[in-house]
């Protein structure tokens, strides 16, 4: 039980940080040869990533606390309805990951810098989060937290090794525009049929 929620959320922390690896790994090319990016880059990432969870964690208690048990199913729809999206643009070809570097463009690596954008970019961890911390218990979601927060360093360390080797980041492009909405689908179903949403 223990190892399930533990590799649900590994995979739901990969599914959702897929794309920060590119654009960090953008803001270590930006900083190269400079002392102390490695740092800079790793606080920033930290304050944004607890920017994102501390809102979703707000949304769920909101939610929580003014909806009734039987609505909160229902937010399965959210990762549905983003997945669902996510998978019309990857068949249309409208990858947003060539904006990556437009993310980092003009902008100087400083750990407030990286927080703002980490945080600009998680909108839809924000999104996915939400639902998935209100279908569990208050110790689930803290356990959830303490996973991604330890992973942030991970994503950092990735971010390095990719920022020297462009074919890797090349393919984490292709293969995100597949994992992201296969996950995120496969997540708003699973909350919805467990809630019992619709009957099912």
Same mark, same amino acid.
């Given at each position: %039980?223990?190892?399930?929620?533990?590799?649900?959320?590994?995979?739901?922390? +990969?599914?959702?940080?897929?794309?920060?690896?590119? *654009?960090? @790994?953008? $803001?270590?090319?930006?900083?190269?040869?400079?002392? =102390?990016?490695?740092?800079?880059? %790793?606080?920033?990432? !930290?304050?944004?990533?607890?920017?994102?969870?501390?809102?979703?964690?707000?949304?769920?208690?909101? +939610?929580?606390?003014?909806?009734?048990?039987?609505?909160?199913? !229902?937010? =399965?729809?959210?990762?549905?309805? &983003? =997945?669902?999206? +996510?998978?019309?643009?990857?068949?249309?070809?409208?990858?947003?990951?060539d904006d990556d570097e437009a993310k980092v463009a003009g902008k100087k690596v400083g750990v407030w810098t990286v927080a703002g954008v980490t945080f600009a970019n998680g909108g839809d961890n924000i999104g996915v989060y939400t639902?998935?911390?209100?279908?569990?218990?208050?110790?689930?979601?803290?356990? !959830?937290?303490? &996973? $991604?927060?330890?992973?942030?360093?991970?994503?950092?360390?990735?971010?390095?090794? *990719?920022?020297?080797?462009?074919? &890797?980041?090349?393919?984490?492009?292709?293969?995100?525009?597949?994992?992201?909405?296969?996950?995120?689908?496969?997540?708003? &179903?699973?909350?919805?049929? @467990?809630?019992?949403?619709?009957?099912?």
């Amino acid at each position: %039980m223990i190892l399930t929620a533990v590799l649900q959320a590994i995979g739901l922390f +990969a599914a959702t940080n897929i794309d920060d690896i590119i *654009v960090l @790994s953008l $803001f270590f090319a930006r900083g190269a040869g400079q002392r =102390g990016t490695t740092a800079r880059i %790793m606080a920033g990432q !930290y304050l944004g990533f607890a920017g994102i969870l501390v809102a979703a964690i707000l949304v769920t208690i909101g +939610a929580g606390a003014f909806l009734p048990p039987a609505a909160i199913p !229902y937010f =399965g729809l959210i990762p549905l309805g &983003i =997945g669902l999206w +996510a998978a019309w643009e990857a068949w249309r070809g409208d990858d947003d990951d060539d904006d990556d570097e437009a993310k980092v463009a003009g902008k100087k690596v400083g750990v407030w810098t990286v927080a703002g954008v980490t945080f600009a970019n998680g909108g839809d961890n924000i999104g996915v989060y939400t639902p998935v911390f209100l279908s569990v218990e208050p110790l689930a979601v803290v356990a !959830y937290c303490v &996973i $991604f927060l330890a992973l942030v360093a991970v994503l950092v360390a990735l971010a390095k090794f *990719v920022a020297t080797r462009p074919p &890797i980041a090349e393919v984490l492009e292709r293969w995100e525009g597949i994992l992201f909405p296969i996950v995120l689908i496969g997540l708003g &179903i699973v909350i919805l049929v @467990s809630g019992g949403a619709f009957g099912l």
